[in-house]
């Protein structure tokens, strides 16, 4: 059963790289590491340019969930990108995020603000910082409940950042 897992796992990658290798050669595309650095980069510039619309400053929110529990959100909005900290806030029982969730509930959060559109890959995250403390609400590991914090969760941070943004002192 494993194998045959792992065979159809190389079957699907062999035949994404032909339909790769296709629409580059039908679009006179070369992705050389050096095009796909590029790329990159120039998705770092376009994010910073995004960046440039937002207030400079900080902003702290705290807000209790229905459960009692704490979250704290610092929000730090500078010339080299966005920092998250939400050091200070609690551990829940009833709701637990991983930390790759709460990154996509913030990231999420900023992209709704920008009117124009930008590519999510390691340029954009260049210029975003998220710091969750193990063992709170937004960086928990199994056992905990981490289901209901990639949906009831994200919603709730991403709000919380969106309330934050429009805080901001500059």
């Not at 059963?1 to 994404?16: G, M, V």
């Not at 959060?109 to 210029?127: D, H, V, Y």
Request: aromatic share 6%; hydrophobic share 35%.
């Amino acid at each position: 059963c494993f194998e045959s897992h792992i065979a159809a796992r190389i079957k699907s990658l062999q035949s994404a790289r032909q339909t790769l290798r296709k629409l580059q050669s039908s679009h006179s595309i070369e992705w050389t590491s050096k095009n796909i650095k590029d790329y990159l980069s120039d998705s770092a510039r376009q994010y910073s340019l995004l960046i440039d619309d937002l207030p400079r400053g900080e902003s702290l929110l705290e807000t209790r969930l229905a459960d009692g529990t704490l979250v704290k959100l610092k929000i730090l909005i500078s010339d080299d990108g966005v920092r998250f900290d939400f050091t200070g806030s609690e551990d829940s029982q009833k709701m637990a995020m991983t930390d790759a969730a709460t990154l996509g509930a913030c990231t999420g959060a900023i992209l709704s603000l920008f009117r124009k559109s930008t590519p999510i890959n390691s340029g954009l995250f260049q210029s975003i910082e998220v710091i969750a403390p193990e063992d709170t609400l937004v960086n928990s590991k199994f056992p905990k409940p981490v289901y209901q914090g990639m949906t009831d969760g994200t919603r709730t941070i991403a709000e919380l950042v969106s309330k934050s943004i429009a805080s901001v002192d500059d």
